[in-house]
């Protein structure tokens, strides 16, 4: 249970979004993207917003759930993120087995050698799309951890040491069931690639700090100082999940060596692209910028792009504030206004993210034509506008 406290200084009043691969965006939301994944999930026949739900209303999950009640006046950040799981519908949050499913449906059957019916194939990809879904909640809830010497207000530090304790139950709970998933798909393949994506989101948390308003000072040399770390990082907090899962749903129906890789590729562009837009809108008023995302603003794709060039750690430096005890605070508003006085560097942002939907598209093409194909190029384009 320890190694959670040490992964971050975390406070109470944080809100974060749902996820690195956020769906919501910092100044309003993205209808374009709604309306492409409303549209999405009609071909695949229901909602994905239920796909974890399985596990979060089991008797065992049920049981622990009771004991949230006891947080309602601590405003424990587990409390944020359990309603947004649970009530969070207009954005859309379990998009991550929407692409899955619609990358298993786009691609069908296509090793003719296989033992098993379409009907089964789809199931054991849909199984997979619930796993990647509880492994994304599992880790969610872990994020939900507060570190107790660093409480603000008057809040109890029993009452959020008893919250700290549900997150990393809570947390561990859906991570169990991710693997009896995944073990009952029986394909070796399958697992080594998800556990790939569960050692990767482990390490971004450890390597990455989460709030704005404490860092520790070491954490700042371990920040993405260019675009190729920026990408680095993105893969591990997100992409490394959604690509995995994408070619893990081919492995369960195909051989073909040049789907796998297509549908590897297509979600790993897919993230950076989705992430690169998500940055950018971030700087469009220091408010969004202001909001507590999973990760702090320093991570930020025109944060990185000027630190590229101006220095690295040094330039990154000017910016934060010395707390004492080798925890650091960011001034954020001074990098809000370096950033919006350099538009070049969110107009890079923006290239980026339209270079990466380009590419996505293309690794769309070995595809055969069908409305699950015709959805993925809808949800591309969504992230550009």
């Known amino acids: 249970m320890n190694s959670f406290f040490k992964l971050g200084r975390r406070l109470t009043n944080c809100s974060r979004e749902i996820s690195v691969f956020s769906t919501s965006q910092p100044n309003g939301t993205n209808h374009a993207w709604h309306k492409a994944v409303s549209e999405a999930e009609k071909i695949v026949?229901?909602?994905?917003?239920?796909?974890?739900?399985?596990?979060?209303?089991?008797?065992?999950?049920?049981?622990?759930?009771?004991?949230?009640?006891?947080?309602?006046?601590?405003?424990?950040?587990?409390?944020?993120?359990?309603?947004?799981i649970m009530f969070d519908s207009k954005n859309y949050l379990q998009t991550r087995g929407l692409v899955v499913l619609l990358i298993s449906k786009a691609a069908g059957i296509t090793d003719i050698e296989s033992d098993f019916t379409s009907t089964e194939i789809y199931e054991k990809q849909r199984a997979l799309a619930e796993v990647t879904e509880l492994i994304h909640v599992a880790f969610l809830v872990h994020r939900g951890i507060v570190d107790v010497n660093q409480i603000v207000g008057n809040v109890s530090k029993t009452d959020i040491d008893f919250g700290n304790?549900?997150?990393?139950?809570?947390?561990?709970?859906?991570?169990?069931?991710?693997?009896?998933?995944?073990?009952?798909l029986q394909n070796t393949q399958v697992v080594d690639l998800m556990s790939t994506s569960i050692k990767d989101i482990s390490s971004s948390l450890v390597i990455l700090p989460e709030s704005d308003?404490?860092?520790?000072?070491?954490?700042?040399?371990?920040?993405?100082?260019?675009?190729?770390?920026?990408?680095?990082?993105?893969?591990?907090s997100a992409g490394s999940l959604l690509s995995n899962a994408c070619r893990s749903a081919m492995l369960l129906a195909s051989s073909d060596v040049k789907l796998l890789e297509s549908a590897e590729k297509f979600a790993h562009h897919l993230v950076l692209a989705q992430q690169a837009r998500h940055d950018s809108l971030r700087f469009d008023t220091l408010e969004a910028l202001e909001q507590k995302p999973n990760f702090c603003c320093l991570c930020s794709l025109p944060v990185v792009l000027l630190a590229e060039q101006n220095g690295g750690l040094e330039w990154i430096k000017k910016f934060t504030i010395d707390e004492g005890l080798k925890n650091v605070k960011i001034d954020v508003e001074k990098l809000f206004h370096t950033v919006k006085n350099d538009p070049n560097a969110l107009q890079q942002s923006h290239k980026l993210c339209a270079n990466h939907v380009d590419k996505a598209l293309n690794y769309l093409h070995v595809f055969p034509q069908s409305e699950s194909k015709d959805a993925l190029v809808n949800i591309l384009f969504s992230v550009k506008e």
């Not at 991570?175 to 009952?184: D, E, I, Q, R, S």
């Not at 000072?217 to 190729?228: D, I, Q, T, Y």
């Open 45 to 84: 026949g229901f909602p994905t917003s239920f796909l974890s739900l399985r596990a979060l209303l089991s008797d065992e999950f049920g049981g622990l759930a009771l004991h949230l009640r006891k947080l309602i006046s601590t405003k424990h950040p587990l409390l944020n993120t359990a309603r947004g």
């Open 213 to 236: 308003s404490v860092c520790d000072v070491e954490m700042l040399s371990g920040l993405p100082m260019n675009e190729n770390s920026w990408k680095e990082t993105v893969h591990l």
């Open 165 to 184: 304790k549900l997150a990393v139950l809570g947390g561990d709970f859906l991570l169990a069931n991710a693997c009896t998933g995944l073990a009952k």
